[in-house]
């Protein structure tokens, strides 16, 4: 298959992992006869340094001629303390999500079982947890219309969702779970917000499509509270935006690490690849960061594109190098030596050989 990937790398540690997720597709595409061509485009705060555009236009048309996009990670501290930056590194990923409808965001929650002892919860609450979350992208508080008065003394974000928003992500959630154990469950806050009701009233009118699906409710304050009390309970978690966004990295304490989790986000015509993790400036150009967000998300990429053998070569490699404990100081105990590039180098390594790789 030929494909043409957009590598956005983006600030902080995303150079370095998304390095190690090019290197895992490079192999791939060596080892299953793909042409995978790859270029480069800028976003966020290396954006703004470069052009005063966290998304620069160049960078867009990239994206859309691209059949894939490998996003990497956002943000600078620099403008995180700064509340009267105008321009912001984030607005490249959100004018990304926006511009390409890219709605639907999945987010796959999975314990493994050699990392079980990583998380700060229990083993027996944590074992067998495999949740995927659908988390609504390109609407909500997010992008609703943000008002600041002209004394500064009163601000405003619009929490605004229409039918049309809700249901082609709940379509999507509802197919996800009757392809799972069936089990839905909408995250919301229906008893106080008028956006959550519209939400509830559109994932019932839809419920009679999905027989095999089992529906059910959670608040949100309650769902933040479940999902750590008893994870595996979740199957499908349907949820808005910024809801999606607290849940998802909620729920990397049962992983272990932020460091492993990835994502899809997917619209109509486009479809785009990320960690779930963000720049982590701090942790730059030290080789400590997690590439395995990353690794992973080139796996979904390939699923996405009916690559199921090549998508399991590369996520067999990531089991592996979790075994033998090849992984980043984050989830460390054994080595402490451990790079991001020695870990993409053993997955890499892994694809060409999967029989024979192990720690050199
Ligand atoms: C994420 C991130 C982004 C979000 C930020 C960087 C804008 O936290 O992808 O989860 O809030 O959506």
Redesign the pocket.
């Known amino acids: 298959m030929k494909l043409n990937i957009a590598v956005l790398p983006g600030d902080g540690i995303g150079p370095e992992v998304t390095a190690q997720a090019v290197k895992a597709l490079k192999a791939i595409a060596m080892e299953f006869n793909h042409v995978f061509t790859f270029q480069n485009g800028l976003v966020g705060a290396i954006a703004i340094d470069k052009t005063d555009n966290p998304l620069p236009e160049e960078t867009i048309n990239i994206c859309k001629k691209a059949d894939a996009i490998l996003f990497g990670a956002?943000?600078d501290t620099k403008y995180d303390i700064d509340p009267n930056a105008k321009i912001r590194p984030?607005q490249g990923?959100?004018g990304i999500r926006k511009k390409l409808d890219l709605h639907t965001n999945i987010r796959p929650i999975i314990a493994y079982d050699d990392l079980l002892t990583k998380s700060s919860l229990k083993i027996k609450q944590i074992k067998d947890t495999n949740i995927l979350i659908y988390r609504e992208?390109t609407g909500g508080i997010?992008f609703g219309e943000k008002k600041l008065s002209e004394d500064g003394n009163t601000a405003s974000d619009i929490c605004q969702y229409s039918r049309h928003e809700i249901e082609r992500v709940a379509h999507a959630a509802f197919q996800a779970a009757e392809a799972r154990k069936g089990k839905l469950t909408l995250v919301d806050k229906a008893n106080v917000l008028e956006s959550s009701r519209l939400w509830r009233r559109v994932v019932q009118e839809l419920e009679p499509q999905y027989p095999k699906v089992t529906l059910d409710y959670l608040f949100i304050d309650n769902a933040a509270m479940e999902l750590i009390i008893n994870p595996r309970q979740f199957d499908v978690i349907l949820t808005e935006?910024m809801f999606g966004?607290i849940l998802?990295?909620e729920a990397s304490v049962i992983v272990g690490s932020i460091g492993l989790l990835a994502?899809t986000s997917i619209g109509e015509k486009h479809a785009m690849f990320?960690p779930?993790h963000?720049a982590y400036t701090k942790s730059a150009n030290k080789g400590i960061a997690n590439p395995i967000a990353s690794i992973l998300s080139a796996a979904m990429l390939l699923d996405h594109f009916g690559l199921y053998d090549e998508a399991a070569r590369i996520r067999e490699g990531v089991d592996k190098s979790l075994k033998l404990h090849i992984t980043t100081p984050d989830l460390n105990t054994k080595y402490d030596n451990i790079s991001t590039t020695k870990v993409g180098d053993f997955i890499e390594d892994f694809i060409h050989n999967p029989d024979e790789t192990n720690l050199n």
């Open positions: 956002i943000g984030e990923l959100l992208l997010y935006n966004d998802s990295e994502s990320e779930i963000g």
